[in-house]
């Protein structure tokens, strides 16, 4: 799926929720989608006034408040559900920490363990947002319906924090010489 699908999905999906402003659905990309996909203003915006030429999205210029509010239209929902029915590919990994890892031969192992105790404190970091956020869906009156797919998306981003403690963990323990390879 093309990056652009893949925008117009985060836009129309969120917009399923409810109508938002431009920038109100940017926040809630990125303080509810934002631990498992990232959109910028710059996608967004483009985004919008694309799904809305395709009669996609409407804007209420009526709405209370600054900026305009956008909403899904029956043609959009039936796009949100086209686009959900479509394969999907899973990215390349990039991961800056593993490339450097790779190659840590070439630097002082202290440096190393640095970027291993970071890791450590950012995935830990990670785990306690991730459990408090748990707790708030598992007590939303919607846990049963929509509820119950935002703690799936969130239980991939806890139990991917948790595996990466338990990596750098056990890193740390291998480059200090208390873990045996393997």
Do not use: K
């Amino acid at each position: 799926m093309a990056r652009t699908s893949q925008t117009q999905l985060a836009v129309l999906g969120a917009l399923s929720v409810e109508p938002m402003t431009g920038y109100r659905l940017r926040t809630e990309i990125v303080e509810t989608l934002g631990h498992f996909w990232h959109e910028s203003f710059g996608q967004i915006y483009p985004a919008l006034a694309g799904l809305e030429r395709e009669g996609l999205v409407a804007r209420d210029a009526a709405s209370a408040g600054p900026g305009n509010l956008f909403r899904i239209t029956a043609a959009g929902r039936r796009r949100l559900r086209e686009l959900l029915a479509e394969p999907f590919q899973q990215p390349a990994p990039r991961d800056p920490l593993l490339l450097r890892v790779f190659f840590g031969h070439h630097v002082e192992p202290d440096r190393l363990r640095d970027w291993l105790a970071e890791a450590l404190a950012q995935a830990e970091t990670a785990c306690a947002r991730y459990e408090v956020l748990r707790a708030e869906i598992e007590r939303a009156p919607d846990v049963a319906t929509q509820g119950r797919f935002r703690l799936l998306t969130l239980l991939a981003g806890l139990h991917g924090a948790r595996a990466r403690a338990d990596w750098a963990r056990e890193a740390m323990d291998l480059l200090d010489g208390e873990g045996a390879p393997g």
